[in-house]
């Protein structure tokens, strides 16, 4: 089992930044794809950005490119998740997950342990 545990969401105005961590313990994090995914108020949860276990390889969602980037420190077994210019449709609660395919992939079905969650809330 993996125990993953984000940290640093919170209550933000529209255009400024936040990040979020995203701390494991458990399994040999280096080997693992990480992935970061929300869910908004009455919407379904969908994917944000992905890390693959290298570190180098990296993919987003369109609605968060060029604002977003993932990334991770291995020996720290810790993700992050840094927004910029945030945006009030941002707010949701965001999630990471890892996933044994080592991608960092934007399919759910792929990711076998999750976070409980961090609130991310942007007000203009």
């Known amino acids: 089992q993996m125990q993953l545990v984000e940290s640093g969401g919170g209550l933000v105005q529209a255009g400024n930044s936040l990040r979020l961590s995203c701390k494991t313990s458990?399994?040999?994090?280096?080997?693992?794809?990480m992935g970061w995914f929300r869910r908004a108020p009455g919407k379904e949860r969908e994917f944000v950005a992905g890390?693959?276990?290298?570190?180098?390889?990296?993919n987003s969602a369109d609605s968060v490119k060029g604002r977003f980037e993932s990334s991770r420190d291995n020996a720290a077994s810790t993700a992050y998740l840094q927004m910029n210019n945030l945006k009030l449709e941002d707010t949701a609660v965001y999630f990471c997950?890892?996933?044994?395919w080592g991608e960092g992939g934007s399919s759910s079905e792929r990711y076998i342990y999750w976070g409980q969650g961090t609130q991310v809330t942007v007000s203009s």
């Open positions: 997950a890892a996933e044994a």
């Open positions: 458990g399994r040999n994090f280096a080997m693992y794809g």
């Open positions: 890390i693959h276990w290298n570190g180098r390889e990296k």
